[in-house]
């Protein structure tokens, strides 16, 4: 009888701090490997570098269009650039003739 009271008076006393333990590692737990825990937060950083280092990427080429529309709207229309755009389209180089076309311009 004396060492079956005396396990369960210290199981009584060690209750309360093994819950509080537990309870304590779950949300330590989720805290980092949760929904919103700091992993997840990690992954979403990155996930906004990215996002933002394209969209750097496409306001450049949307400038660089911008750019050539402008050159083809009929206030200042360059002939140059009609031309070349014409005999792109329509493929027509003459016999003497040839294009020399830039990477950012095709």
Do not use: C
Not at 51 to 70: C, D, E, F, M, V
Request: no cysteine; hydrophobic share 45%.
């Amino acid at each position: 009888m004396g060492l079956t009271h005396e396990i369960k008076r210290r199981s009584r006393r060690m209750l309360v701090p093994t819950v509080g333990a537990l309870f304590v590692s779950y949300f330590l737990v989720h805290a980092f490997h949760g929904e919103r825990g700091i992993l997840a937060w990690m992954h979403l950083q990155k996930q906004v570098a990215s996002a933002k280092q394209t969209l750097i990427s496409t306001k450049a080429i949307l400038g660089n269009y911008q750019l050539r529309i402008s050159l083809l709207k009929s206030n200042h229309l360059d002939a140059d650039m009609l031309d070349e755009r014409a005999r792109v389209m329509v493929g027509l180089v003459g016999p003497d003739e040839f294009n020399i076309l830039h990477e950012k311009f095709k």
